[in-house]
Every structure is written in structure tokens, then in C-alpha cells.
């Protein structure tokens, strides 16, 4: 998750750099007071807003997928390991213990 966090982030810094290319390019064009800086700027600060925001989940995504197993710290893939290996201990030791009964009972 960190990595699309950074991704992101990076996303956003290009997203401000072609903004205020636009901007400076619609100044010489059309001199300060043109109108189309102000929509320019509104919209770049509403996508990297937006942008933020999805980087601000992703990361608590991240933070609230982990959970404390005897002290340490699993998160979700670990824990899915962690059900398959006890399910399949389970069910080994399931078949040894009916294997033995049946062997024993004939």
C-alpha cells in the first residue's frame, strides 16, 4: 500500500507541475487577470484534493488491515496462511486419528 501511496503522491506533484505550466502559459497569452487562471487553479487544487484523499484511505486501509496475533503483528495475507496451515494440521491429524479407528474397529 505504501507503494501506491507513493505513486500518488507522485501523481500528484506532476498533476501541479502541468497545471501551473497551463497557468503560466495562459498568462503570457492573456495577461494576470484572465479568467481562465482562476478555473485552472480551482481544478488542479480540486484533483490533488481528490488525490489526497484516495492516498489518505489507502494508507489507513493499510493500517487497519493488520491485526495482533500473540504479540505480532499479521496482516492480512499472513493471516490467510496462518487459516490454511491450521486447517490443513486439522484435517491431517483428522484422517490419522479416523484411520486408526477404523484400522483398530476391524
Same mark, same amino acid.
Given at each position: 500500500m505504501k507503494l501506491h501511496s507513493a505513486a500518488l503522491a507522485q501523481y500528484r506533484l506532476r498533476i501541479e507541475q502541468l497545471y501551473q505550466s497551463k497557468i503560466d502559459a495562459d498568462r503570457e497569452e492573456n495577461g494576470h487577470n484572465s479568467p481562465n487562471i482562476k478555473l485552472l487553479t480551482t481544478r #488542479?487544487?480540486?484533483i490533488q484534493r481528490a488525490l489526497k484523499l484516495v492516498s489518505s484511505d489507502l494508507e489507513a486501509e493499510a493500517e487497519t488491515q493488520q491485526l495482533r496475533i500473540l504479540g505480532i503483528k499479521v496482516d492480512t495475507t499472513m493471516l490467510e496462511g496462518? @487459516? %490454511?496451515l491450521v486447517s490443513a494440521i %486439522? @484435517?491431517?491429524l483428522?484422517?490419522?486419528y479416523s484411520s486408526t479407528?477404523?484400522? #483398530? #474397529? #476391524?
Open positions: #488542479s487544487k480540486e496462518l @487459516v %490454511g %486439522g @484435517v491431517t483428522w484422517q490419522a479407528n477404523s484400522s #483398530s #474397529s #476391524s
